[in-house]
């Protein structure tokens, strides 16, 4: 006897085990909303705007060459070069930058 998968469902090749099996119990039903919390939705509103405030301005000396390749870097990523140095110091300090 087959067993009866929804449609959507099929093993999707780009999802893990894990997840394969949270999206079927999330297709058959199985998980029910809390509801809006607004007293929980404004916290994580005020914390996502605290940590995107950039309220600090700071000047640094750079190397004319460093600055240069800093801003090729930039413009590949599509990114203004200020907003390109503001994310590599904060990845560094949450120890997320990754080095090659």
Do not use: C
Request: positive net charge; charged residues 25%; without cysteine.
């Amino acid at each position: 006897m087959k067993s009866k998968k929804n449609k959507t469902s099929k093993n999707i090749p780009s999802l893990s085990k894990e997840e394969n099996d949270i999206l079927t119990s999330y297709e058959a039903g199985e998980w029910k909303s809390i509801g809006l919390n607004h007293k929980l939705i404004s916290s994580y509103q005020k914390a996502a705007s605290a940590t995107l405030a950039k309220n600090k301005r700071i000047n640094i000396r750079l190397n004319q060459l460093d600055l240069q390749s800093i801003q090729k870097k930039a413009f590949e990523e599509g990114l203004p070069y200020q907003t390109f140095i503001s994310s590599l110091i904060h990845k560094f300090v949450t120890g997320k930058l990754i080095e090659k």
